[in-house]
């Protein structure tokens, strides 16, 4: 029998489970990769952003397993969304980023191109009798895409390896230990996350995908706002930025590209809105490092982009309401 008050508990449970197994995930992955001496803008697009994105991996994954397609992409494009808008907003309201020449012609490009690739190929009906869907095909592709972004980010330890990162270094065990433990721990708190969302959707018979865009996307980009919010208080810019614009690209060419490959993904109905609004928020994130002071996000633009935030939410229910 279904417990309303079980599944919420539940369901709050299996997102500090997440947050916790994440934050373990990253600091024994960093203290890795530190002994390899990579640098610091290297660090938050690779191994900081893989592990703020575990969250959405193991959700993704679950939801694709089970089948639970709108779910699955209302994740990925609503913690895209919310990661441009609220986490770089409340990170630049703390303090303002500042991003290097990199990240503003390539990174933040980087991004948007693996929104409007989703967005291509959800509407290639025009050239694939298969449109509408995301296919095994497309899959494979975002995750060609994701290995020709890791041969680009790994080419900056030749460029960029004099910054090297002001974070922890721990000794062999301890980084084994935290590194096996935040696997275990977001395997568990994945699957309480999803099979509760999902019960508590079917109770209040709210859409999976408004779920995905909403709860499942505040839920699982809870580290990367932990991580980023942190470094934008201890004015680590470099790490700011780059957990979130490496976290956008991990979760559409890595953890949609899989989950597509796992289990085809059909579009939910009112995709295109959501999936414009995340183009939107990308180009706007490039513009904003050309107006007020330059490569840099301002708090009164940080404001900007929160306030954007809230008209979408407004807009997405008035939409499906």
Not at 19 to 29: E, H, M, N, S
């Amino acid at each position: 029998m279904f417990s309303l008050w079980l599944a919420l508990i539940l369901l709050v449970i299996g997102f500090a489970i997440l947050i916790k197994g994440a934050d373990f995930l990253v600091r024994g992955a960093t203290s890795l990769a530190l002994r390899l001496s990579i640098s610091e803008i290297v660090v938050a697009l690779t191994v900081v952003a893989f592990g703020t994105s575990a969250p959405e991996l193991v959700v993704n994954t679950i939801a694709s397993v089970k089948g639970n397609n709108a779910a699955a992409f209302g994740n990925i494009i609503g913690s895209n969304i919310l990661n441009i808008l609220v986490i770089l907003g409340i990170s630049g309201i703390i303090y303002p980023i500042s991003s290097g020449t990199n990240t503003v012609w390539r990174e933040i490009p980087f991004a948007l191109l693996a929104a409007a690739a989703v967005m291509i190929m959800f509407n290639d009906q025009f050239f694939d009798r298969a449109g509408g869907i995301l296919s095994r095909t497309d899959g494979l592709i975002l995750l060609f895409f994701f290995v020709v972004y890791l041969t680009y980010v790994f080419g900056l330890t030749k460029t960029r390896s004099a910054d090297k990162p002001d974070l922890t270094r721990l000794s062999h065990f301890r980084t084994v230990i935290l590194i096996i433990s935040g696997l275990i721990m977001l395997v568990l708190g994945g699957k309480l996350v999803i099979d509760n969302a999902l019960d508590l959707a079917r109770y209040f018979a709210i859409s999976e995908k408004i779920i995905g865009l909403t709860i499942l996307a505040l839920g699982t980009s809870l580290p990367e706002l932990a991580t980023s919010a942190v470094a934008a208080f201890r004015k680590k810019s470099e790490i700011a930025i780059g957990n979130i614009v490496g976290s956008n690209i991990f979760n559409i060419f890595f953890v949609l590209g899989l989950s597509a490959v796992i289990r085809p993904i059909p579009a939910p109905a009112g995709f295109n809105f959501d999936l414009t609004i995340l183009i939107i928020a990308s180009v706007l994130l490039f513009l904003i490092m050309f107006t007020g002071q330059k490569r840099t996000l301002d708090r009164w633009e940080a404001v900007v982009m929160i306030l954007l935030y809230i008209m979408y939410i407004v807009l997405m229910i008035w939409f499906t309401g």
